[in-house]
């Protein structure tokens, strides 16, 4: 059974384990004639990379991309295209407790009941790592949709939200945690220094927001937009809520509360509210794209906590090796990701459909 891919008309396949000798994404679907070279991707992998400040894994990756085929002379030619991103920092003797013993909230005992035998080594196909190979693609992703802009941050960290008030597009890149408040960013500091000096782990909501997707990307019920992008989020290591636009807050509003008023505009309708972000009846409004997805608190953390080994003995476990505090923060950059692979998809699909 094949699950490793993602997508219809901009399908990719992503490839490799967290301590393989490589990993990788194969883009297929993706149209001739697109200047392209790694200097165009290598951007959104070095903002994934891990090791960057204390409050990501220490793990040293340079996470440099080689195009391997499907582009001559700068151009993609219209044939798979194939990423390369070479593993150098493996320390395999980290995960000799995992192999023994699975880790409460990881993917260990559920990988060895489905499969009977499983690359225990830094969690294998189950680690983020497999994430880089996203961030690649969607860097591929973006060069089919050039009219729309893509910008994710961190909104909330161990339940500390962001002040809208406060909001500052620059602040985003300028902080360890992509959050776009500095005030919060200060208290995100104390939060995660206190987990990760304490061996624990803390929990994050990414938001996402893409501009400049016109009306009509989409399709009515089963290839709803909103579908494929809470199929898209779901699919992230560590995501366990997805929500569009207004998400769960909606289900406590009235109708009136709820709508998104229209008026003539001078270029098409204007929308004086986005409750819905940008979708209805599966199909893009020509407002923002909004999508939050909500990041459970790494599993890997230090203190013991009760499991059984893999011969079904009563153990404890706690975590050695190199892990995020708060895997949030880097699942930015893959969520910008799997955004524009979504979002370059249904604009090859509504170019089939409508022209
Ligand atoms: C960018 C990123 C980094 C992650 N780093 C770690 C980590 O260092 N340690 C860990 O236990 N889980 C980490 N995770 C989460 C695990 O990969 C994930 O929890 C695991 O595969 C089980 O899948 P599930 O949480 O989706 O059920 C990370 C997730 C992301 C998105």
Redesign the pocket.
């Known amino acids: 059974m094949s699950v490793n891919s993602f997508g219809r008309l901009f399908r990719f396949t992503t490839w490799g384990e967290s301590h393989g000798p490589a990993i990788g994404a194969i883009v297929d679907g993706c149209p001739p004639g697109l200047a392209i070279d790694e200097g165009m991707i290598q951007p959104f992998l070095d903002a994934?990379r891990p090791g960057q400040s204390r409050f990501t894994?220490q793990r040293q990756e340079p996470d440099q991309v080689r195009i391997l085929s499907g582009v001559f002379e700068g151009r993609t030619t219209g044939t798979p295209i194939s990423l390369m991103i070479e593993n150098v920092d493996q320390r395999s003797k980290d995960y000799s407790d995992v192999a023994r013993a699975y880790?409460p909230?990881?993917?260990d005992y559920a990988y060895d009941a489905k499969y009977g035998f499983r690359d225990y080594r830094g969690?294998g196909r189950?680690?983020?790592r497999e994430?880089a190979s996203r961030v690649a693609a969607g860097a591929v992703a973006r060069l089919v949709i050039p009219e729309v802009s893509i910008l994710a941050y961190v909104s909330e960290i161990g339940g500390d939200a962001i002040d809208m008030a406060n909001f500052d597009a620059a602040q985003i890149g300028a902080n360890p945690f992509f959050c776009p408040d500095a005030e919060a960013a200060g208290r995100w500091e104390r939060i995660v220094d206190t987990a990760r000096k304490a061996g624990s782990s803390v929990g994050a909501v990414v938001e996402c927001v893409a501009t400049g997707v016109p009306a009509g990307w989409g399709a009515p019920l089963y290839g709803k937009l909103d579908a494929d992008l809470a199929s898209a989020m779901m699919g992230?290591?560590?995501?366990?809520g997805v929500e569009i636009g207004d998400g769960f807050a909606a289900a406590r509003l009235t109708g009136e509360q709820n709508a998104d008023p229209m008026r003539p505009g001078a270029d098409g309708p204007e929308f004086t509210a986005n409750h819905a972000g940008g979708v209805a009846g599966g199909i893009s409004t020509g407002q923002p794209v909004v999508v939050r997805a909500a990041?459970?608190p790494?599993?890997?953390i230090l203190t013991p906590q009760p499991t059984i080994t893999r011969e079904g003995e009563a153990t404890e476990l706690f975590?050695k090796g190199?892990?995020?505090p708060c895997?949030g923060i880097?699942?930015v950059p893959?969520v910008e990701a799997m955004m524009a692979l979504v979002l370059a998809d249904h604009k090859l699909l509504h170019r089939g459909q409508c022209g």
């Open positions: 994934r894994t880790r909230g990881h993917a969690g189950s680690s983020a994430t992230i290591n560590a995501v366990k990041f459970k790494t599993s890997s975590t190199r892990h995020d895997v880097r699942g893959v």
